[in-house]
């Protein structure tokens, strides 16, 4: 009877170190496994950083508009004719610069018949007396002998030069150049009309016309803008317009683009529209032809300056729990940091408490981190500078 005891005792013992040992197995291979599966986790993650700072936040009113060019200028035909176009759409000019002739015979004719008469009237003003001695007497370079208009005092010189020269004839009866003149200067000013220059430097925009075409007075030829400067009519509301300052910094961010370019406020409109609105008007360089008038852009005008603060990139700031933190750099560890943030624009954000300047902040590589997880700097040193 106690050898059955006995016995059973023995195989009870056995299945019970059995059942330990394979429990204990399994145990330890599901230790193992978590341990695998978390050495992923100790690898140092690859993040950029940047450095906190001092400085001074602008803060902005967001607006819209579209870009324009400053100088324009729309020509109309001021005379019927043939029209020869000199130029071509996107075509960079001169001043100076020939754009269209006008083909008007009488408009010619009426201008060399002009300066026929105005010479022979001239001839006459300088052989005004009968006592005159000659010729020789006249200087070209006599300011008195010439009329304040340059193009017609040029018009003098040549006459004075000829009689010198012996190739006009003198005649020598008094007449008054009052009515020769004036007939000249407008013979000359319509004539002027049958070729157009270009009255400043810019480009050729639209051109309305085909080349050879009869025109009649009045239709549109072509235009030329200057585009060097451009201005946008940036629309704001009634509650702003106290805020917005001539002078004031503007950032322009055009839709066709990725970059952005900056503007001054160079007015703004003091009459507010049934909208409760009104708009200031920007003005930008465009010194590299990048921009172009017609494109629509999003617009920030400056309304205030919050100073001497500490600041980081927006992207340096995320939201866990409803609470804002930023992740700084220590020794290789990134620490989860709350902070409170104050004002912020569309790059930078005030930091109130619990980050200095000059503290190394993640920036790029931190939505995952965990607080003190091993990070890899990748531009530059541990702090973010150049090594």
């Given amino acids: 009877m106690k050898k059955k005891v006995l016995v059973t005792?023995?195989?009870?013992?056995?299945?019970?170190?059995?059942?330990?040992?394979?429990?204990?197995?399994?145990?330890?291979?599901?230790?193992?496994?978590?341990?695998?599966?978390?050495?992923p986790l100790a690898a140092p993650v690859p993040v950029k950083v940047t450095q906190s700072w001092q400085g001074d936040l602008p803060l902005y009113v967001s607006s819209s508009g579209k870009l324009e060019a400053i100088r324009v200028n729309d020509y109309i035909a001021e005379v019927a004719g043939n029209v020869n176009i000199k130029v071509k759409e996107g075509q960079v000019v001169s001043q100076g610069?020939?754009?269209?002739?006008?083909?008007n015979p009488t408009y010619q004719i009426?201008?060399?018949?002009?300066?026929?008469?105005?010479?022979?009237?001239?001839?006459?003003?300088?052989?005004?007396s009968e006592d005159t001695e000659g010729v020789e007497g006249f200087a070209v370079q006599q300011t008195d002998l010439y009329s304040d208009d340059k193009e017609v005092a040029k018009i003098q010189q040549e006459v004075v030069l000829g009689l010198q020269?012996?190739?006009?004839?003198?005649?020598?009866?008094?007449?008054?150049?009052?009515?020769?003149?004036?007939?000249?200067?407008?013979?000359?000013?319509?004539?002027?009309?049958?070729?157009?220059r270009a009255p400043f430097s810019g480009v050729i925009g639209k051109i309305d016309v085909k080349q050879g075409e009869y025109l009649q007075a009045g239709k549109p030829v072509l235009s030329i803008a200057d585009i060097s400067r451009l201005r946008i009519k940036a629309k704001i509301l009634v509650k702003d317009i106290h805020h917005v300052k001539e002078g004031a910094n503007a950032v322009i961010f055009p839709v066709v683009s990725d970059e952005k370019y900056t503007g001054r406020v160079f007015s703004v409109n003091p009459l507010i529209y049934d909208d409760n609105s009104t708009y200031a008007v920007v003005e930008l360089s465009n010194e590299k032809k990048e921009l172009y008038p017609g494109v629509f852009c999003d617009?920030?005008?400056?309304m205030d300056l919050i100073k001497d603060k500490v600041l980081v990139p927006k992207e340096a700031v995320l939201e866990r729990d409803g609470k804002?933190?930023?992740?700084?750099?220590?020794?290789?560890?990134?620490y989860w940091t709350y902070v409170d943030v104050g004002p912020e624009n569309y790059e930078f954000v005030v930091i109130e408490d619990k980050l200095k300047a000059g503290e190394t902040i993640i920036v790029e590589g931190h939505y995952v981190l965990n607080h003190k997880a091993a990070v890899t700097v990748l531009n530059g040193g541990e702090d973010g500078t150049e090594e």
Avoid: M, P
Wanted: proline share 0%.
């Fill in 9 to 39: 005792l023995i195989i009870v013992l056995i299945l019970a170190l059995s059942a330990l040992g394979a429990w204990f197995l399994f145990f330890k291979g599901k230790v193992a496994e978590a341990e695998d599966t978390s050495k």
């Fill in 97 to 103: 610069t020939l754009l269209f002739t006008i083909d």
């Fill in 110 to 128: 009426n201008y060399e018949k002009a300066l026929l008469d105005y010479k022979k009237a001239y001839i006459q003003y300088l052989a005004i």
């Fill in 165 to 196: 020269e012996g190739t006009i004839t003198r005649e020598r009866i008094k007449y008054r150049l009052g009515e020769q003149e004036l007939a000249l200067k407008q013979a000359l000013e319509n004539y002027k009309k049958c070729s157009i």
């Fill in 299 to 302: 617009v920030l005008l400056q």
């Fill in 324 to 334: 804002k933190l930023v992740f700084v750099v220590k020794e290789g560890l990134g």
